[in-house]
């Protein structure tokens, strides 16, 4: 079947049974990575997808536009690391051609920087609005611990390059961890004010291959605004709606600094988001251990309308909350670079 009409529930939400709205789409476009994460990834033998089963870009593209005339009106390329795509500025541009009932999505990316000096400018032509940039440490040597590669400078670069080229706002996302880089807090606070960027620490979460993810080793949403509130006035920021993180001014602004508590503030009850992972597989929550098969349904012919339901089969079994706290959670077999951010 072509998959050209309109699905039947065009114009209906995409809505769970707690009657949330989903908005939000995250579509992972590889689960490889240029870096090796230790609180994400291991340092090598890590089993990757297979090739034939990732999605092709007119796969991605078509999911995509599905979602979008249901209602998606922002669109967030991850990975893995999304800028390993080879046709990554296709895969923007095709994307911000699409239109729903909002209009064109807003398109954004989350990276490690390392390839920005070289795609920046081509990624915003293409439609790219805005970028998430990981960036967990200021220090040389640490960024080596962390990452098992030496490559801070290229992220500083890529940082400076996503700046030139006009990508707003530039998100700096930080993952602070105990006896790690809870000392940087203050220092990576700074660095991101005096250079406009849009700073947010996260929680750790319990998304890691190794599964050695352990909450009292976690630096929580608490501790970490204690650091701040020693060196600055916080003043929370209203309207925060179904992102993730809170804001808070910084002295009054305009800097400010979020906290993503996904562990110890979750905030489930106001999600939008659904994941598309690289090899097809929809998930209603990070931390889901069921996912609906896309691509089966892609490669056997299935219609717009059958791309349509199994979205929202998917959303149907979307549970209230991640449950982290509760005695039975288990975390889901996936790491994060197979997940998609």
């Known amino acids: 079947m072509s998959g050209d009409r309109p699905s039947p529930a065009s114009g209906a939400p995409l809505a769970d049974t707690f009657g949330r709205t989903h908005r939000d789409l995250r579509i992972s476009l590889t689960d490889r990575c240029s870096l090796r994460c230790t609180y994400c990834m291991p340092a090598d033998g890590v089993p990757w997808l297979a090739k034939d089963t990732l999605l092709t870009t007119d796969e991605l593209v078509r999911v995509a536009r599905v979602a979008v005339e249901a209602g998606v009106d922002s669109i967030r390329l991850t990975g893995g690391e999304p800028l390993l795509r080879p046709d990554v500025v296709d895969v923007v541009a095709r994307l911000s051609a699409l239109s729903g009932p909002a209009g064109a999505p807003e398109l954004s990316l989350t990276t490690n920087a390392l390839r920005l000096p070289e795609l920046a400018v081509p990624l915003r032509e293409a439609g790219l609005e805005r970028v998430n940039i990981s960036l967990d440490t200021l ?146 929550c990070l931390f889901a251990r069921e996912e609906t098969d896309l691509r089966a349904v892609l490669r056997s012919g299935g219609s717009d309308a059958e791309i349509d339901a199994a979205i929202r089969r998917c959303l149907l079994g979307k549970k209230a909350g991640h449950d982290i706290d509760d005695p039975s959670f288990l975390q889901p077999t996936r790491p994060m670079s197979a997940i998609g951010g």
């Open 139 to 284: 220090r040389a040597d640490r960024f080596l611990s962390l990452t098992r590669r030496d490559r801070l400078d290229d992220t500083l670069d890529g940082i400076a390059a996503a700046l030139a080229a006009g990508l707003a706002p530039v998100k700096i996302n930080t993952v602070a961890m105990r006896g790690v880089n809870d000392d940087e807090i203050v220092d990576l606070a700074r660095f991101a004010a005096e250079r406009g960027l849009h700073l947010r620490f996260i929680e750790q979460m319990p998304l890691d291959a190794g599964h050695t993810w352990r909450r009292e080793e976690m630096v929580t949403a608490d501790e970490i605004l204690a650091v701040l509130r020693a060196e600055w006035t916080l003043t929370e920021l209203d309207g925060r709606g179904a992102a993730p993180a809170q804001t808070w001014l910084l002295d009054d602004g305009p800097a400010s600094v979020g906290v993503i508590a996904s562990v110890t503030r979750p905030f489930c009850g106001d999600c939008d988001r659904l994941r598309l992972t690289a090899d097809g597989q929809v998930r209603a």
